[in-house]
């Protein structure tokens, strides 16, 4: 019962973090009008409850900047170089799969230069450090260090990758009009965003960001202060799938169309397949590399 109160306390805060944005969000629209849609308002507000929840919690649980992961600057900028690289290593060869068995094929009907290709090269590459900033300080800092204080670490990790992948599904499609926007508006397009968690066609991608949360909860935990590996990993892999969807087209019709969701032509079972390859390949080497130790 203890633990299960732990486990259930991020939900109470995302919960919080929805309710106030549902709330807020139909007085800012009243505001500004059509300027930016509702459910965009709606999303985007809930981000920022929730990044800044973070702040009050550190205090709360007295969690140091340390704790939450940050290294030294020098250090952390050379941190998030380390784990773009690894983030490279990581992925690459999912990519390189789906080329070669063609369930992605070039987009023919663009129409690159070198100035276009390293512009949209860069832009992708900001967007992505930011996103990745963002979720990780949330998620592999705060929550993780959070609940490993309160419950086992491989327990820990499980329940916060739950909360990341299944966060990115909260997504609301619905545009309402101004004029059809109440009070109560934001609360039922909340309804529509929680159906999307249950929603079964969702699993594949479910499966797969689950196991980039736990990819990543393993990366933090067995490395003292190593978020900036997880930003720089993280970076890497949003920063390579947008560049994917930019060069690529998701053939669903390929023979082996099921290695890949629709949620971004990348996440599928080729992805959880081929992590969690890699993060028992990991915990094998680190046992055969102890009991050679243990010989010598």
């Given at each position: 019962m203890r633990y299960l109160f732990y486990a259930t306390v991020p939900l109470w805060v995302l919960l919080a973090a929805l309710l106030l944005s549902c709330t807020l969000g139909y007085f800012i629209v009243q505001g500004i009008g059509d300027a930016i849609p509702f459910r965009q308002i709606l999303t985007r507000s809930t981000q920022l409850f929730l990044v800044l929840s973070i702040f009050p919690l550190m205090s709360y649980l007295r969690i140091s900047k340390e704790e939450l992961g940050f290294a030294p600057r020098l250090i952390f900028l050379k941190q998030l170089l380390q784990g773009f690289g690894l983030g490279f290593i990581a992925l690459m060869p999912v990519f390189i799969i789906?080329?070669?068995?063609?369930?992605?094929?070039?987009?023919?009907?663009?129409?690159?230069?070198?100035?276009?290709?390293?512009?949209?090269?860069?832009?992708?590459?900001?967007?992505?450090?930011?996103?990745?900033?963002?979720?990780?300080?949330?998620?592999?800092?705060?929550?993780?260090?959070?609940?490993?204080?309160?419950?086992?670490?491989?327990?820990?990790?499980?329940?916060?990758?739950?909360?990341?992948?299944?966060?990115?599904?909260?997504?609301?499609?619905?545009?309402?009009?101004?004029?059809?926007?109440?009070?109560?508006?934001?609360?039922?397009?909340?309804?529509?965003?929680?159906?999307?968690?249950?929603?079964?066609?969702?699993?594949?991608?479910?499966?797969?960001?689950?196991?980039v949360g736990v990819f990543l909860g393993v990366l933090r935990t067995q490395v003292n202060t190593s978020l900036g590996l997880c930003i720089g990993c993280h970076t890497c892999w949003v920063w390579q799938i947008k560049m994917n969807k930019k060069l690529f087209n998701t053939d669903f019709n390929a023979h082996y169309h099921y290695l890949v969701s629709s949620y971004d032509g990348v996440i599928g079972p080729l992805v959880t397949g081929w992590l969690m390859l890699a993060i028992a390949g990991y915990f094998a080497c680190q046992q055969m590399s102890k009991a050679k130790i243990k010989r010598v």
């Open positions: 789906l080329y070669v068995l063609k369930v992605n094929v070039i987009d023919e009907a663009q129409s690159w230069t070198i100035g276009l290709l390293a512009k949209n090269m860069t832009i992708n590459l900001l967007v992505a450090l930011l996103i990745s900033l963002i979720e990780e300080s949330l998620f592999r800092g705060i929550v993780l260090v959070g609940l490993s204080k309160k419950l086992p670490v491989i327990v820990a990790i499980l329940i916060t990758s739950i909360y990341y992948a299944g966060l990115h599904f909260l997504s609301i499609k619905t545009d309402l009009p101004v004029s059809d926007i109440s009070f109560f508006s934001g609360f039922k397009l909340l309804g529509e965003a929680a159906g999307n968690l249950v929603n079964p066609l969702n699993l594949p991608a479910f499966f797969a960001l689950l196991m």
